[in-house]
C-alpha cells in the first residue's frame, strides 16, 4: 500500500504544471525565482520526511484522531477547523483555475457558473468515497494519463523553437535573494504528502521511504520544467504576458504524426482529469477534517448502514464547499484570483512548516512516553 503514498506525491507534482505555481515562478523570474527552486527542494523534502516519518509512528491513524489523542480539545478542534478551510480552499482554487482555462482556450462564450456547477457536481460526489477508493482511483488515473504527460514534456524539450539561450539567462538571476512567493509556490510541488493526514488510515503498514531518494530527483525536473520550459518558448520577456504560461507553451505545440495535431488539446485533456482528481483529494481531506470537528456520536451514524439525516451530512457539507466556490469566483476576477492564489501559497508554506513541526513533537513525545 505505500506506492500510493509515492502516487498522491507525483499527481500532485504533475498538476503543478496546470495550476499557479509556473505564474508565480515566471512572474518572478527576475527577482529570485531560479534561487527559490534551488532552496525549495532541501526545504520541501526535509518537510516531507520529517512529516513522513512522524506519521509512520501511528500506522492506520488520520492526523484528526492523532490530534485528538495528544492535544487538548479545544487545540485540536481550532487545529482541525483550519486545515479544513485551507484543503477547500485549496480545491476551490482548483476549480476556478480550469474554469478559467476552459473558458480561455476552449470557448469563451461559457457560463463560469455553468462550468463550476459542472465540475462541482462531478467533484462532490467523488470526495464522498471512501479514502481506500480514491486511492485506487488515483493508481488507475496516473497510470493512463502520466505517461502521455511526460511524452509531452520530453517533446517540449525537442522543439525546434525552444531557445536554450533564454533559458541559460536565467542562470544570471541565480544569486537573487528569492521573494518568499516564489519560494513558497516551488514547495508546492512536494506538498502531496500533506494529504497522508487522513489517506494514512489507509495503510496500516504505515508509511515506508524506501525510494524517497527519487522523490527530489522527480522535483527537480518537474520544477526545472514548469519553469524554464515556458521561458524558452515563449521568451524570456513574453511569457511575462501569459496568465498560463504552460498552456500557452502547449498550444505553440504540434504533433505532426499524431492523431490530433494541436498539443493543446490533448494536454487540456489530461490535465482535465488530474484537475477533477486533485479537487476532489482536496475537499476529500477538507470533508475529513470538517467531519472530525462534530461530535462523535454524528460520526458513527454518517457511517451507519441505517437510513438517517446524519447519512446526508458529507453532501450537506460538500454542498456548502461548494457555495464557497461560487463566493470566490463571484468576488474575483481572473487576475484577483492569481494574486489570491499567491497569497494563499504563502500561507500554506508558513501553515505547512508549523503542521510538520507539531507533529513531529507529538511523535516524539510519544517515543519518550
Known amino acids: 500500500m ?8 507525483l499527481m500532485n507534482m ?7 505555481t509556473p505564474t508565480v515562478l515566471t512572474a518572478d523570474r527576475f527577482h529570485g525565482a531560479s534561487s527559490a527552486i534551488l532552496l525549495a527542494l532541501p526545504l520541501g523534502m526535509l518537510m516531507l520526511l520529517l512529516f513522513s516519518k512522524s506519521l509512520a509512528k501511528f500506522p492506520g491513524k488520520g492526523l484528526p484522531e492523532i490530534l485528538d489523542e495528544h ?23 482548483v476549480i476556478l483555475a480550469i474554469t478559467s482555462i476552459v473558458r480561455r482556450f476552449l470557448n469563451p462564450d461559457i457560463s463560469r457558473v455553468g462550468i463550476i456547477l459542472l465540475f462541482t457536481i462531478i467533484i462532490v460526489f467523488v470526495a464522498q468515497r471512501p479514502s481506500s477508493s480514491i486511492l485506487y482511483g488515483t493508481e488507475i488515473i496516473l497510470m493512463f494519463v502520466s505517461p502521455a504527460l511526460f511524452f509531452i514534456i520530453f517533446k517540449s ?4 523553437h525552444l531557445d536554450w539561450f533564454a533559458i541559460r539567462r536565467m542562470s544570471d538571476y541565480i544569486w537573487q535573494v528569492p521573494s518568499f512567493a516564489s519560494l513558497a509556490a516551488s514547495t508546492y510541488v512536494f506538498t502531496g504528502y500533506l494529504k497522508m493526514a487522513v489517506f494514512n488510515r489507509s495503510l496500516h503498514d504505515g508509511i515506508q521511504l524506501k525510494y524517497a531518494w527519487a522523490i527530489p530527483v522527480v522535483a527537480a525536473f518537474n520544477l526545472a520544467t514548469t ?4 521561458i524558452g518558448m515563449l521568451g524570456i520577456d513574453g511569457v511575462g504576458y501569459y496568465i498560463y504560461p504552460w498552456i500557452s507553451t502547449a498550444d505553440s505545440m504540434r504533433m505532426e ?16 482529469f488530474l484537475a477533477f482528481l486533485q479537487a476532489s483529494i482536496k475537499w476529500h481531506v477538507a470533508l475529513e477534517f470538517v467531519k472530525s470537528i462534530l461530535p462523535r456520536k454524528w460520526q458513527e451514524d454518517m457511517q451507519s448502514e441505517t437510513r438517517n439525516w446524519k447519512n446526508w451530512l458529507p453532501t450537506g457539507i460538500l ?3 461548494t457555495a464557497s466556490a461560487f463566493l470566490i469566483e463571484k468576488q474575483l476576477n481572473e487576475l484577483q484570483t492569481i494574486s489570491f492564489a499567491r497569497t494563499w501559497h504563502e500561507v500554506r508554506l508558513v501553515s505547512e512548516m ?16
Do not use: D, H
Not at 524539450?157 to 525546434?160: H, I, N
Not at 519553469?227 to 515556458?230: A, S
Not at 508549523?354 to 512516553?369: E, F, T
Open 2 to 9: 505505500t506506492r500510493y503514498f509515492y502516487y498522491i506525491i
Open 14 to 20: 504533475l498538476s503543478n504544471i496546470l495550476l499557479f
Open 71 to 93: 492535544l487538548p480539545r479545544w487545540f485540536s478542534q481550532c487545529i482541525k477547523l483550519y486545515l479544513g478551510g485551507m484543503w477547500l480552499l485549496a480545491g476551490s482554487l
Open 157 to 160: 524539450l525537442r522543439e525546434e
Open 227 to 230: 519553469f524554464l520550459i515556458p
Open 257 to 272: 504524426l499524431g492523431v490530433m495535431e494541436r498539443v493543446l488539446y490533448t494536454f487540456l485533456a489530461l490535465y482535465a
Open 319 to 321: 454542498v456548502l464547499f
Open 354 to 369: 508549523g503542521l510538520v513541526l507539531l507533529i513531529w513533537w507529538i511523535s516524539r513525545r510519544k517515543a519518550v512516553q
